[in-house]
């Protein structure tokens, strides 16, 4: 039973313009959110969080809005780079403190 | 600050042997968690540990087993390895167990079973 999804495997972006990955989750108990960027070989990188009593948190190029009542995250990067590239991993945490994550989306942004 | 690092970064083991992965964490993180990447299963969690105590363990069998010692630093084996057994271990590691904490990763140990 996946908890967290991210549907859409793999996306293209021409640079500039702006990149939205989606993730939804199904456990109304998941209280924290997180973003995560994995390039091959590495570890994955934190980019940036929600909790679960906001609905929106910017950093930088980076946005990630929460719908609480869709079950729905998404994060918005704009504009795309080319150093963007790479694999994202939503993530959900519930008051265990476990890290739960989605499938992952294949992000590619051409120059 | 140094990142986590996790040593070997690439393991070759054959069916039936058992191996031993080591994490250090980034200084003064208390929290070390372990995750298992797949090309099918994507990542998931094995166990946390927090000042020497497993405090959450997922849905592996108890070949997967770990420790923390009192320095912080984790080790996770695996016995009588499994074809399925070959992935990317990653260890993260967080200052506590506090909702907001963010986890670091380190680079990952890739193992290969034969």
């Known amino acids: 039973d996946q908890q967290v999804k991210q549907n859409s495997p793999s996306l293209s972006v021409q640079e500039g313009r702006i990149s939205i990955l989606n993730c939804d989750y199904t456990n109304s108990m998941f209280d924290y959110f997180l973003w995560y960027k994995k390039y091959p070989a590495e570890g994955p990188t934190f980019l940036i969080s929600?909790?679960?009593?906001?609905d929106k948190n910017e950093d930088g190029r980076f946005t990630v809005f929460l719908n609480k009542s869709a079950k729905h995250l998404s994060l918005h990067i704009v504009p795309s780079q080319p150093g963007d590239s790479a694999v994202y991993f939503c993530?959900?945490?519930?008051?265990?403190?476990?890290?739960?994550f989605g499938g992952g989306t294949r992000l590619m942004v051409k120059p | 600050k140094a990142g986590v690092t996790q040593t070997p970064r690439y393991l070759i083991k054959t069916r039936g042997q058992q191996v031993t992965l080591s994490c250090s964490p980034i200084?003064?993180?208390?929290?070390v968690s372990w995750y298992q990447q797949t090309p099918g299963q994507g990542l998931q969690f094995l166990f946390e540990y927090f000042s020497e105590t497993q405090r959450n363990k997922g849905n592996f069998p108890g070949r997967f087993s770990g420790r923390q010692f009192s320095n912080s630093r984790s080790e996770m084996n695996v016995s009588t390895l499994e074809l399925g057994d070959s992935a990317l271990y990653l260890c993260?590691?967080?200052?506590?167990?506090?909702?907001?904490?963010?986890?670091?990763f380190g680079p990952g140990t890739r193992l290969t079973v034969l």
């Open positions: 929600i909790s679960s009593i906001k």
């Open positions: 200084s003064g993180h208390r929290s």
């Open positions: 993530a959900a945490k519930n008051a265990g403190n476990m890290l739960t």
């Open positions: 993260a590691s967080r200052p506590s167990t506090v909702l907001t904490d963010t986890q670091y």
